[in-house]
C-alpha cells in the first residue's frame, strides 16, 4: 500500500492545494493532508478550523485523511506509516525551498521519498498569503478557493476589520 502525506499549513486551503490533493488521491493508495504548525506564520484560522474546512473540501475523496501535527515531518510519516512526501511546486523559488527540505528530510531519515507534483497553469500565481491580501483589500478572489472556505474567509476578514475600527475608535476617545 502506499501511503503518502501532504503537510502545510493550509491557511486558507486553495485551489491548488486541492486540485494537488485529488491528484495525490489518484497516485496514491492514502493520503494524509496534514494541518501544521509554522512558527513563522501567523494564522488567521485556528488549526480546528482549518482542518473542518479541509474535510469539507476533500469529503469525496475516500482514501483522503485530514490529520494535525506538530514537529518534524519524517517523525509524522514514521508515526502514520507514509512512504512518500508530497509538495506541490508552483515555480522555481519553491523548488529551490522545497528541494532544500527534501535535502533535510533525506538526512533526517533515509527512507523519506519526497515525490513533487506541478501546479497547474492556472494555480501557479497562487499562496494563500496573497489570496489573504487581496481579499483583505476587497478584492473577490472566489474564483481560487473552495466555496465554504472562500466564506469563511470573507467572514473572517470583516471581523477583523471591524476589530480594528473598534481598536481604533477607542483610541480616539
Given amino acids: 500500500m502506499k501511503v503518502a502525506l501532504f503537510p502545510g499549513t ?9 486540485d494537488l490533493i485529488k491528484r495525490g488521491s489518484a497516485l496514491f493508495d492514502q493520503l494524509a493532508v496534514a494541518v501544521m504548525t509554522n512558527q513563522s506564520k501567523q494564522p488567521l484560522f485556528t488549526i480546528d478550523e482549518r482542518v473542518a474546512q479541509i474535510k ?3 469529503s469525496g475523496l475516500d482514501n483522503v485523511s485530514v490529520i494535525t501535527a506538530q514537529g518534524l515531518t519524517v517523525d509524522l510519516m514514521n508515526k502514520i506509516g507514509a512512504d ?10 519553491d523548488f ?7 535535502a533535510m528530510n533525506e538526512f533526517l531519515d533515509d527512507q523519506c521519498e519526497t515525490v ?14 496573497l489570496l489573504k491580501e487581496v ?23 470583516e471581523e477583523k476589520q471591524l476589530m480594528q475600527v473598534e481598536k481604533d475608535n477607542e483610541k480616539t476617545r
Fill in 10 to 18: 493550509f491557511d486558507p486551503l486553495t485551489l491548488g492545494h486541492l
Fill in 56 to 58: 469539507e473540501a476533500v
Fill in 84 to 93: 512518500y512526501l508530497m509538495r506541490g511546486l508552483r515555480n522555481t523559488t
Fill in 96 to 102: 529551490q525551498y522545497e528541494r532544500d527540505i527534501a
Fill in 116 to 129: 513533487f507534483l506541478l501546479a497547474k497553469p492556472q494555480y501557479q500565481h497562487l499562496s494563500s498569503s
Fill in 135 to 157: 481579499t483583505a483589500a476587497g478584492g473577490d478572489i472566489s474564483a481560487y478557493l473552495p466555496a465554504n472556505i472562500n466564506e469563511a474567509l470573507r467572514k473572517r476578514l
